[in-house]
């Protein structure tokens, strides 16, 4: 399975699966990040931290970190 962290700018990509327990994967979906849901990645930082996606019409900077739980088809 790609992670959102492996895809390219430009590229629109729905989520699958969130990985993450408790806290982590809380804050993950108050952010709109939901089985189910489009999400549109916008830029990568040089260093490949943070990406920049845009989700539910709202633009977000997530870490590499946690970019790496979201699964996406």
Known sequence: ????KEIACGNTVK????NGE???K???????ITKGVDVFVR????LGDPVEITVRGYELSVRKADAEMIEVE
């Not at 399975?1 to 959102?4: A, D, G, S, V």
């Not at 989520?15 to 969130?18: A, G, P, R, S, T």
């Not at 809380?26 to 952010?31: G, L, P």
Request: net charge positive; charged share 30%.
């Open 22 to 24: 408790g806290p982590v």
């Open 26 to 32: 809380r804050r993950i979906m108050d952010m709109g």
């Open 15 to 18: 989520v699958k699966k969130l």
């Open 1 to 4: 399975m790609k992670t959102l």
């Open 43 to 46: 830029k990568v930082a040089p």
